[in-house]
């Protein structure tokens, strides 16, 4: 589990491709601190296991699934990725809980400056914008965001200064893609409301029979 706070920013050294898997190699400082193989660090969002460290580099590898869903299999050697190490139960939660589990791919159709900030437009798949929500939690990139607004097949989020420096989206452009990881919460709720124990759902009328109203 994540909070959706990069710690630093990460550079790959090593891509190791093979036709449906991916074994990185990124060099990293903060994200090593108190890092032991099999521990978990967020890849621009994709929850990834350490398989061998040195003092300044862990490896992780990357299996069929995430290589379809993520970005990572896109990135280039010398490119540079968001890191942040899995949540301590001790520690502030100052994003939102992120899974590290990447829905799918988002698309940058604009980005423009917006007085100290930037406003940058995500167009999703249909299938995943019924999780978006105005003011909701979205992770891009591994990073915590608030979707400013929704219209049609796109959200927008605003990237402040403090974001800007510590993340790696400001340098992203129109057309580049994003990993996407929709609120855990909308996903529980959906699952919630499909069916009951009678697989008959929880509708309007369920919910005015048990004592709910407007």
């Known amino acids: ?18 036709p449906r898997s991916l074994r990185l190699e990124i060099e990293a400082r903060k994200a090593l601190e108190e890092t032991a193989i099999g521990d978990s660090i967020a890849v621009d969002g994709v929850c990834l296991t350490v398989t061998d460290m040195t003092k300044n580099t862990f490896t992780a590898d990357v299996m069929e699934e995430t290589v379809r869903k ?11 990725v968001n890191l942040e190490r899995a949540l301590r139960a001790d520690s502030r939660l100052g994003g939102h809980f992120v899974s590290g589990h990447v829905d ?12 100290i900030a930037h406003r940058v437009t995500i167009r999703l ?20 965001l608030t979707v400013v607004e929704v219209e049609g097949d796109a959200f927008t989020v605003s990237i402040i200064p403090h974001t800007e420096k510590e993340t790696t989206l400001i340098a992203k452009s129109a057309k580049d893609k994003v990993n996407i990881e929709c609120d855990v919460i909308a996903k529980y709720v959906e699952s919630l ?22």
Do not use: C, P, W
């Not at 798949?125 to 915590?144: H, P, Q, T, W």
């Open 1 to 18: 589990m994540f909070t959706g706070i990069i710690e630093e920013v990460g550079t790959i050294k090593k891509m190791m491709k093979k």
């Open 70 to 80: 993520s970005t990572l299999f896109d990135q280039k050697k010398g490119g540079e």
């Open 104 to 115: 799918g791919i988002g698309t940058i159709v604009e980005k423009k400056r917006a007085d």
């Open 125 to 144: 798949e249909k299938n995943l914008m019924r999780y978006v929500a105005a003011k909701g939690s979205i992770a891009v990139d591994g990073i915590s």
């Open 193 to 214: 409301t499909k069916a009951d124990n009678n697989d008959k759902g929880i509708d309007r009328a369920f919910l005015e029979r048990h004592g709910f109203h407007q």
